[in-house]
Structures are given as C-alpha cells and as structure tokens.
C-alpha cells in the first residue's frame, strides 16, 4: 500500500523533562511495504530513483533552558534529498547563523544554540518548516512551533491569618505563579499530609480550597498549598494560611445551598474534539448539599463521563461531537436547592476523510488525487507543488482543480514527476499531506510463480494469482484449455489487479489456465483442482435427556478423499468443548461426542464442525434436559351437582416436556381397602375436568401428570367430598337360570358393584312365575346375594324370572323377564331308523329320523355318532391282522339329521351306533350297525435301504407297508441320477410279486448319487412312497489314526487308506518347542498316499503337529526327533538309555500283536456275509451305526445269537475291558468289515416280520451324521 505523509501544523506542545532534550519525534505508523512508491521485492530492477520522504517530522517545542533548543528533520530517497528551512514563511539557513550548531547526516538535519542565556535564544521563536528535496521532488514538513518561557519560581508572600464563624462558608486562595505549563495542586499540612477533602472541602480547577461551612475542627495554621510543575520536575510551596473558626454559642443556623464556583446560573464552555474537559459545581451551604449531574438536551451517556471530587466535577475524555449540549449540575439540602447550567459546545481542528495515496503512472495517464478534510468549521484545501502554492506556478491546461477539491493532472509526463501538498486548515489548526506523483516507465513482469495448482471446494470462488508489475500497467489476458470462450461464462470475471475470479466453482472447471500481458510473449499456467466440498450426512439431533443419563451426539460426514483426514470440534454455545480426562464428562470418539452425567449446565446448542485444510462444514443440535413433570398442586372442589363436581389444579413443572394427559384418581372412603382408582383423563392443556360420581359414596380426588418420560408422583389428595342417597339406577346384569338338578329352578345373575347400591339397605327382589298355566301372578322373595332357588316345581319347566335392586329409597327401574328353565334328566329314547351309505373307501354317509322333543327332557344339544373300528378285511403275510379296538365319537347339530364322516381306514370292518344329548347326558344307543370300507391304496414301505456291493451295483431291501389298506399286489420302484439341472430320466421298474422284499440295481455310475422311489401297489391303485438317495462310493474323510515315526531330522507319518473313498487333501502344520517363529506348513497331501516324510527337523527337539482339513484341525500330535541338539548337551538319564528303550519296544510290540489276534477272533464271532444276511431274518429295529462305514455291525449293538457266541463271552482277555483303554472306547466300536456297502434306513416294526435294520448314517442314507473316528484299523486291513 503507498504511504502518505501526514503532519499537524500549528499544534502547540511542551518538552516533558528539562534534562532532556525537546526532541519529540512524530511515528508515521507506516510499514516498510508502505513506501511513497511501493515496487514489489520480487520485482527486478536496479537503482530505482526514488521521492524524498520524511521519516521524522520536526516538533514544537517551548524551550526553558539553552539546552532545550533542538530542531531536526529526518528524510529518505535516492538520491539522497537536501533539506532547507523556512523561517515564519520566510527562507532560514541555520549554517549562516554564528549562534546556530547545524548536524547534517546523510538524510537527516538538525540544529541547536550556541548562545548562553535566554535573551538570545527568544531571536528564534517562530514557525519552522523542514523542506527535503532531489530531482524528483520536494517534500514538505509539518509547521513547528518554538517558544520560550521561563521556569516558574517561588515568590515571597505574607502569611494569611484568616477568621470565620462556625457554619460558614470560606475559600483559602493558592494562587500558583503564572506559567505556560499546567500546575498540579496539593493541599497540604505541615507534617506533609494531604488535607482531607470531602463534600464539605474540595479543591477547584483554581486550586482553590473551598468550604461548604465551617466547623471548629477546620481551625489550623498549617494549610499549605503545593503546586507541582511536571515538565520542569519542580513543586513550590506557598506560605501555609492559618484558619481561626470561631464556635458558635448558639444553635447553628441551617442555609441553602449557594453556588461559589462558577458564579450565576449558566456559563458557555468551548472545547476541542478530542480534548479533556472538566465541568465542576462547588457549592455552600449547611447542611452539607448534595450535588447531581444530569443532561437537559437528551439522555447522559455513562460510560462517556467520569465523575470527580465527591460528584462536584464531571470530566470528558476525549470529547465528540456528540457530547455537545446542555448539562446542569443541581445542589440539594434540606434548605432548598441551587442549579448550574453548562452550555458545551465541541468543534474539531482539522482531520482527512480521504488522502490522496502516492502511485506510480505511465505517461499519458490521467492522475485524480482525491483529497477531503472535516472539522468544525468545515476547513478550506489548497494545493502545492514540491511546497509552492498552486497559484504561483506556470498555469497548464492539463491540470485541474475540482469543486470538492481534488487535483486533475491530464496526460502526465515524465516531468509531472512531483511531490503534490494538500493543506487543509480552519481556525483550530492545518493538516497536511505529501503525496508521490511518479510518472515512469518500467517494463512489465509476471511475479507470479509457474506451474501453482489451486485447490478449491465445489461452490467457493475459486481465485487464480497472476501478479504482474509495470508501469505502464500490463494488461492481462487469461485462456483455458476447457474452453476457448471463457469470459463468456457469467461466472467468470478478470480483477483489476490481474486474479481471475471464478465464482460458484465445479468440477467442470478443473484443468490448466494460462495468463499472459498482452503485447509480450510473458505467460504462467496454472492447475485448477476442485475437490467435493465437505458434507454432513448425519448431523447432531434434537436430544432429550432425563438428569444423570448418558446421551451421545452423532455427526457422520463425507470428506474428499484428497482432503485427507478431518478435524471433528464440538461447540458447546458456540464454545469450543474439549474432552475431559478427569470427570469424563465429555468423550469424543469419531463421529460420536458422549456426555455423561447430564446436568442443567450441559442444555444449549451443540455444534459438530468437520474441518478439512480447505473448508468447513458444521450442523447443530440441541440438548435439553427433560424429565418426568411434578405433581399438580392446588386441588379445589367446585361447581357442586347432585352426580358431579368440577375439580381444577394448577400444573407442576413440565420438566421440557409438555404434558400429554392428566389422570385423576379417586378413594372411597367407604372402600379404602380398594386403593385408589382410575376415574377420568383429560388433555394435558386442561388443569381442570368435570367427573361424574356415584350416590351415598365418600370421595378423595389426586391428581397425575404424564409426559413423554413418564408419570409423576400424585398430587396431595383433595378434601372429602360426599354425595346423597339416591334409588337405584339399574338392576342386575345376565338373570338366567343354571338349573341343573329335576324339580329345581336354580335362579341367578350377576351381583351388582356396591358402588350402584346408591344407599343403605339393598336387596335382591326376585320374581318368577310359569310360563303357561299360572297366570299373571307372579311369586316374589327377597335376597341380598344370588342365586336363589325355588324347590318342588317339575322337570324342564318354563318360567319367566327378573330380579330387581332395591335400597331404603326405593326401587330400581322395571326389570324386562327373561325365560328360564327348571332342571333337566337324561333322554329317554334313541333315534330310529338310522341308514349308511359307503361314498367311497374312507368316507361313509350316515342318516337317521329326528326324536320327538318330549323324550329329550332337556335342551336337545345333538347326536352323537360313535364308530369303532373292528379291524382288516384281509390277511396280512399269512396271517389275521391282529389290532386293537378303536372308537370314535362325530357330534352333530340338534337339527341335523344326517352326517358324512371321512377318514376312515380302507379296507376295515366298522360297527356304528347313534345317540341323543342334552346337557344332562346321552340318551340310549340306536342298534349297532355293522359295515365295511373298499380298499384303498397302501400307505409307505416301513423301511428302504441301500446296500452296495460294488461299485456299480445296489442292493435295495425294504419292508412291506405298514398299512396296505387292501390286498398287496406288488411294487413300483422308480430311480435316477442326481444332477445340478434335475433332468435326468426316470427309471421304472414294476415288481409284480408282493413277497419280494429286495432288489439289486446293476450298471450303475460309481461317482454319482441316485434318487431311489418305492411305492406298494393294490387294486386301488399304486400308494405312498418311501424315498433314499445314495451312492455306491463312500464321502472322503481325511485319516483319523496316524502313526509317527521320528527320525533325527525327519520324522514319517503313515496312516491306512480306505479303499472306496473319495480322495481329501490336508496339510499338516508343524512348530518347533521354544521357537519364536510362526507355524511351518507342508504342501497339500493326498488322503491316498497312506505315507508321508516331513524332512528338515532339528534333532533332538520336541514338535508339535496339526492336520488341518477344510480350514478345520482334525488332528494334533507330538514327538521328539532323535539325536541332541547341537547347542543344547543333554545329560543322560534312564528313561533314555538303549536296553529300557528295547526292553519297552518289546512288550508294546507283543501287546498289540495280542490285540490284534483278539480283534481279528471278534470280528470273526461277530459278523456275517452280507449274502447270508440278505437270506436270513431281518431285526426289527434300526441300529445306528459309529463312523462312516458301510455294511458292518458293532458286536456291542447287535443282539447276540446262540449260533454266533462273540468272543467276548468265550474270553475275558478280549473283554470290553481289557480293551478299553487309555480312557476311550473307540477302538470296540470302530471295526469295520472293509469292501461292504450297506445302507438301511428303518423305524420301529409293527410285527415280527420286520426286517434287520442297518446304520442310519451311511453314506447311502443323508440323514445320517459320522462322528470323528479316532479308532483303530479294521480287521481286514490288519489281515492284508
């Protein structure tokens, strides 16, 4: 920014100290970027001439001593600037002056005296002014004052002795020596103690002390006045004044206030804007009056005025404009009052409004130089150049002066080159300003840097620098490689000062731009990125927090990925909130601020900022504490009715949560056993409600209030109220009669609440009279609690019956009679000609004729039809089916007189019999019936299962249905593949011998499941069917037994492989003792392979292993390897010395040679071929069968024949127990008949021609599920 000079002319001003030099240097306030020509520092350019500038101003000065004159001037420029003075307009040369001293340095002046005495140096009091000058101007100092006065000094003075009487007024004058300087006044005691100053003793502006009245303690001969001089450091005491007050010896006589300072009532005060000024009232009087201060002309401004000396001055600092006006001061006693009145006007010397600033121009440009001034009064502007007056330089066309003042210079060349003056003057003084007019040629430059990638937001304005410098100007011209028209776009906008404004920026608007100055081949590029501005998705809700809770504001954000990470800051009330460790009252984690403890301080405005490196985005919720609402206060009963009050009560506090509803209770003081009770809701905007109440009751009323949170405690109960006796309003509700027992009518209804007995005394009245052949007399009694019973009256009567209440004031309302019935039997007949008809073989038709009413002696409810299932038509396998007897019962409507009964069983002998009922019971049966189902078609085989003896065959056996529902004629079987698309062809086979129960499947595909279908079939048609899905190949499992075999570096693993299984990969993985390192693992092995060698062991060292199939361990072990370490040296001990180990080794070895003599004798004594299994009996029951083996038979499942003694009857060494061991019984149940595929799938038989069943869980049935085998091999492979 230019610097402008700026300098006060006229202002006067005092030197501080004596001993020091009156030298008072004027700050310009301006930074060293605010040169009179400002060239940027990156521009590139040598010994640029530059204006003269003065840095220091010389200063006015009042001069007390030869020492205190001192003038000086300080400038800069290239070249160097000379400076001349001027003394009161005229010219001075200090160095021509014999009694002048002139110090001139390089860009600096000064002189001083060489004179002696005063006399000599009052020749230069004036008006100064420092001109500094080079070829490209003249700059022109402020106007500076010297004056020269003498130091105040102590005169001889006659001591006063003043008299006075008690309760009058008295002024004890200081006088203090006339001085340019303003004294400070001390009243003072000998002991240099200040006099103390009250209400009733004050110092004036005049130094003066004044009295408001006397009193004999004011007498003294000590009162001193000290007048202080802070310029020259000096204090003169004046002689001390003796004050004689003489005692009144009679009562005091009171007076009203009185003005002494100032006299009259009303004094015009003037003042300059920006000065300090001090009104001031003292007054007299007895009593003491009390002083006040108030503006006539509009209201006084507090903090615009300071009150002084106990309220009798009023002190301005810094006065304005607005200060100006009417203020009374108003002196108050008992006696009366006194006033003052200060007109106060403000006027202002003059200040800039607007400064010309100094600027470089080109030739030919056109220079406004602006210049506006205010004050009071408003000041004149005048112009000079290099300090002469517009007026007495060459007049020139080009130059211009406007009516507001400005100067116009036209066309400017290099030799406009000046140094311009504004003055602006009134009557309180002249300002003055230097302004630079540097017309020069310079060549332009882009001090922009190239290749700057801007970064913005989506939707800020985007700017893009291009700094040039030059003089003339450059003009800069900006391309894009988007677009070839972009100042087209409404958005986009060239600055003055070269930045290309792109307003509302998008992502379309990224890419590279290249600015240039016309008429030159100078350009930069610059990148344009725009990133997505920051968003808040989630932003903090409204929360509502009951006191002492936990809540959580969440603020979840999107943020530009480029922008990196951002800075999550909570504001609480817009202050910014930091996690605290100590209370753990605030907890920011994430997105997340958590607030524990919620207290009343912690409601406000909560506001989540997201801030990146280039933007910001924030969302504010609110937190307030709500709670349950406080009890109604205040119950009154008003507005009393017969049947209702109205009840009012004024609300608790809702807590922040409006009340939704009010609940008002009620307790019956008759009835406190009842608690209190629910009687009426009303809106939460209602304190009040109208409640309906029951006669001859005792009532309490509270009151609840329910919010959102919940309900508050119940209000303090109101007053009893109570309400008169009344008749009653109803009578019982539901009069019916229960007769149960003949001859009895057995009347009885529901006991009415005590709450509608409206009185004292209540009854039942009870009336009933015969529906026919009684007349209209009707036969009463009276009970209070139901039922009654009236005795001796016939079977199944009619009667009309009502009860009506009654209390001690009358009777309730008519009652409308109700039909009851006295008690009911048994019928007496049976229903007649009862007919069936067969509609098919499970559903019947039976019909009967309806049973004359009079023999049912009671309400006909029905008939019941009972059926019993006598058993089969046929024969099954040779023999009479044997079942058990089975009824049923079919209840009917009372006017039905046919029924169609379904589900029967087809192909069964059925004996049918119907009755009638009532609610006493069932009449005679009707005669038995006798009739037979047709046959229908069977239900599912018992049981399938699939059995394999190779790899391209299947046996299928089964049991014949266990309901053939007629007579079996044979079977239909249906088969084929399982495929992914579930199209392929179904194979049918019919079976036309019903005895065949299996049936063997040829050229089957060994690697696929099959899908096999068996139905029975009868006459009726083919039945339901039983469906398995198998293979002939067993599911891979990956081995459970593995033997080890260490060697020193190696160790081999071997295991059996089971023939007709699916192939399984594992891995093994394996860790040394004590090594940091992570597990090893080997490549994938093959569950075939039977044998595997893990090489590259450390000898002597303890492993650990684990198979893992499928990202599933099935298997850990341990071992040593043999040998010792190489670093480790192992002590021997016994367990490894060469002959214990043999000697071990021997008889582990004849131990499993004896186990396995006995696992072979046990298979033998427990197992038969699968031929003659297919030709013998079958076992009825399914056994399930361990592991996933085909075809075998666990000796501890079977049932154990006398042909077939097991070898554990025969031997107690092969006894389950001595093969039990170390903790597990896997090995008796792991023995498998290897190269046998049977699958059985069975359920419990009905009969002994069940067949032997076979394990649920091979591989041939799905339902089936294998545990972990962790046995040993089976007896064949030992064998092989």
């Keep these: 920014m230019p610097h402008t000079q700026r300098q006060q002319v006229g202002s006067r001003g005092r030197c501080s100290s004596p001993l020091l030099p009156f030298l008072l240097l004027l700050s310009l306030a301006a930074q060293p970027s605010e040169a009179a020509i400002h060239i940027p520092s990156n521009y590139h350019i040598s010994d640029l001439k530059r204006p003269p500038l003065i840095i220091t101003q010389p200063e006015s000065v009042t001069v007390f001593s030869v020492e205190d004159l001192v003038m000086s001037c300080e400038a800069t420029g290239n070249p160097q600037p000379i400076f001349r003075w001027t003394k009161d307009g005229e010219e001075f040369d200090p160095g021509s002056d014999p009694e002048l001293k002139v110090s001139e340095h390089s860009g600096s002046f000064a002189f001083y005296t060489l004179s002696n005495t005063m006399e000599s140096v009052k020749q ?172 006539r002309d509009g209201e006084m401004s507090e903090s615009r005025i300071i009150k002084e000396m106990f309220n009798r001055r009023l002190r301005f600092n810094n006065i304005s404009e607005s200060d100006a006006g009417e203020y009374q001061c108003m002196a108050e006693n008992s006696q009366g009052k006194a006033t003052h009145t200060y007109t106060v006007t403000v006027e202002a010397a003059p200040h800039w409004i607007k400064e010309p600033p100094s600027q470089l121009y080109a030739p030919g440009e056109t220079v406004k130089l602006h210049c506006q001034a205010d004050g009071i009064p408003n000041p004149t502007i005048s112009w000079t150049i290099n300090g002469i007056a517009l007026s007495a330089t060459d007049k020139d066309p080009r130059r211009s002066l406007t009516t507001s003042g400005s100067l116009v210079l036209k066309d400017v060349n290099l030799g406009d080159t000046a140094i311009y003056q504004c003055q602006a003057s009134n009557k309180h003084g002249t300002i003055l300003t230097n302004t ?56 986009v906008k060239p600055l003055t000062n070269g930045v290309l404004e ?68 909570w504001r609480k009330n817009n202050q910014k909130i930091s996690e605290s460790h100590t209370d753990g009252k605030y907890t920011m984690d994430g997105p997340d601020l958590k607030i524990t403890n919620v207290e009343a301080d912690d409601e406000g405005v909560y506001t989540c900022q997201v801030i990146t490196k280039h933007d910001m985005a924030e969302a504010s919720g609110t937190l307030t504490l709500w709670d349950r609402p406080d009890p109604p206060v205040l119950l009154q009963i008003i507005d009393p009715k017969r049947r209702a009050v109205t009840l009012t009560w004024t609300p608790g506090d809702d807590h922040n949560s409006a009340v939704l509803e009010y609940v008002i ?29 029951w006669p001859y009751m005792s009532y309490r009323f509270r009151v609840i209030a329910i919010n959102y949170v919940g309900k508050s405690g119940p209000s303090k109960p109101s007053e009893i109220y109570n309400t008169p006796a009344e008749a009653p309003d109803n009578n019982p509700e539901d009069v019916r009669s229960e007769s149960k027992d003949p001859d009895t009518l057995f009347i009885s209804w529901e006991e009415m609440d005590k709450r509608n007995f409206n009185g004292p005394d209540f009854k039942y009245r009870v009336l009933w009279r015969r529906v026919v052949g009684s007349g209209p007399s009707w036969h009463t009694n009276y009970t209070t ?76 409810l029905g008939y019941k039809v009972s059926l019993t299932r006598i058993g089969s038509r046929s024969h099954h396998r040779g023999r009479r089916s044997r079942e058990p007897e089975s009824t049923s019962v079919v209840e009917t409507g009372p006017n039905e007189e046919e029924k169609v009964i379904s589900n029967l069983r087809p192909y069964s002998h059925y004996m049918l019999v119907v009755t009638v009922f009532n609610s006493k019971g069932e009449g005679p049966p009707s005669e038995p019936l006798s009739f037979k189902t047709q046959e229908g078609v069977p239900g599912p085989p018992m049981s399938l299962m699939l059995d394999s003896q190779s790899e391209t065959e299947m046996t299928l056996h089964w049991t014949p249905p266990a309901q053939p529902n007629g007579v079996l004629i044979g079977y239909l079987l249906q088969y084929q593949q399982i495929v992914e698309s579930d199209d ?54 990956p081995p459970a037994i593995i033997d080890m075999s260490p060697g020193e570096n190696f160790v081999n693993l071997s295991w059996v492989a089971k023939k007709r299984h699916r192939n399984v990969s594992f891995q093994i993985y394996y860790l040394k003792k004590n090594d940091a390192s992570k597990w090893k693992k080997t490549e994938k092995v093959n569950s075939s392979q039977s044998f595997y060698q893990l090489q590259g062991l450390t000898p002597g060292s303890h492993y650990r292993l684990r198979f893992i199939s499928s990202n599933a361990t099935f298997l850990e072990k341990k071992f040593d390897t043999l040998g010792t370490e190489e670093v480790t040296e192992v002590q021997p001990s016994f367990a490894t010395q060469g002959w214990f180990i043999g000697v071990v080794s021997a008889i582990v070895l004849l131990l499993l040679i004896l186990l396995i003599l006995c696992f072979i004798k046990r298979s033998k004594g427990g197992k038969y071929s699968v031929k003659d299994k297919e030709e013998g009996p079958m076992d009825s029951e399914a056994r399930p069968m361990k592991d996933e083996t085909f075809g075998e038979y666990s000796d501890l499942e079977e049932k154990r024949t006398a042909s077939q003694p097991s070898l554990g009857e025969e031997s107690k060494l092969c006894s389950e127990d001595n093969l039990d061991f170390n903790g597990s019984s896997a090995i008796t149940t792991e023995l498998n008949m290897d190269e046998s595929l049977v699958s059985q799938f069975s359920r419990p038989s009905e009969g002994p021609e069940a067949l032997h069943g076979l394990p649920d869980n091979s591989p041939l049935n799905p339902t089936a599920v294998s545990p972990a085998t962790s046995g040993m091999p089976n007896s064949v492979t030992i064998l092989d």
């Design 124 to 295: 230069y009091q004036a008006k100064y002014i420092c001109y500094a000058s080079n070829e490209l101007g003249t700059a022109v100092s402020n106007e500076a004052l010297l004056s020269t006065d003498v130091p105040p000094t102590q005169q001889k003075e006659k001591k006063d002795h003043l008299k006075s009487d008690e309760g009058s007024s008295i002024i004890l004058k200081c006088n203090p020596p006339q001085s340019s300087m303003e004294p400070i006044i001390h009243w003072m005691d000998s002991r240099l103690h200040h006099i103390q100053l009250s209400e009733r003793v004050a110092v004036g502006k005049d130094g003066n002390l004044y009295f408001a009245h006397l009193t004999t303690e004011d007498s003294r001969n000590d009162y001193t006045c000290n007048v202080q001089y802070l310029a020259t450091r000096t204090i003169l005491a004046k002689e001390p004044i003796t004050l004689t007050v003489n005692p009144s010896n009679s009562l005091l006589r009171n007076r009203r206030p009185h003005m002494m300072k100032p006299t009259g009532s009303h004094s015009t005060y003037h003042s300059l804007k920006g000065q300090t000024v001090e009104l001031e009232c003292i007054v007299q009087g007895l009593p003491t009056p009390k002083v006040s201060w108030l503006r």
């Design 436 to 491: 630079n007019v540097y017309v020069i040629e310079l060549p332009p430059q882009i001090l922009t840097e190239d290749g700057i990638t801007y970064t913005f937001i989506e939707g800020q304005k985007a700017l893009l620098e291009c700094e040039t410098f030059g003089s003339p100007k450059p003009e800069v011209t900006w391309e894009s490689s988007r677009t070839s028209s972009l100042l087209a776009d409404p958005r």
């Design 502 to 569: 792109i307003s509302n920026v998008t992502h379309d608007d990224e890419g590279f731009y290249t600015c240039a100055i016309q008429k030159t081949n100078l350009s930069v590029n610059t990148e344009l990125e725009v990133l997505n501005r920051t968003v808040i998705l989630s932003p903090p809700q409204a929360l509502k927090v009951q006191r002492g809770n936990t809540t959580i504001f969440t603020c979840l954000s999107l943020v530009d990925p480029k922008l990196g990470s951002p800075l999550i800051q």
């Design 665 to 693: 209770e009620f307790e019956d003081q008759g009835s406190q056993e009842r608690g209190w009770e629910e009687l009426k809701r009303v809106t939460g905007n209602k304190p009040h409600a109208s409640l309906p109440l």
């Design 785 to 860: 609690t139901p039922p009654f019973m009236v005795n001796d009256i016939g079977n199944f009567s009619a009667f009309e019956i009502k009860v009506q209440a009654v209390n001690e004031k009358g009777k309730g309302p008519e009652p409308d009679p109700v039909i009851g019935y006295s008690g009911e039997d048994v019928p007496l007949e049976a229903p007649m000609n009862v007919g069936i008809d067969l509609m098919n073989s499970t559903t019947i038709r039976v019909n009967w004729a309806a049973v004359n009413k009079e023999t049912v002696r009671g309400h006909l």
């Design 984 to 1037: 392929s062809p179904m194979q049918v086979q019919t079976i036309e011998d019903p005895l065949v129960a299996h049936l063997t499947l040829r050229a089957l595909d060994p690697h696929s499941q099959y899908r096999i279908v068996l139905r029975g079939r009868t006459a009726a048609g083919d039945g339901e069917l039983i469906m398995r899905e198998g293979a002939t190949t067993l599911d891979g499992a």
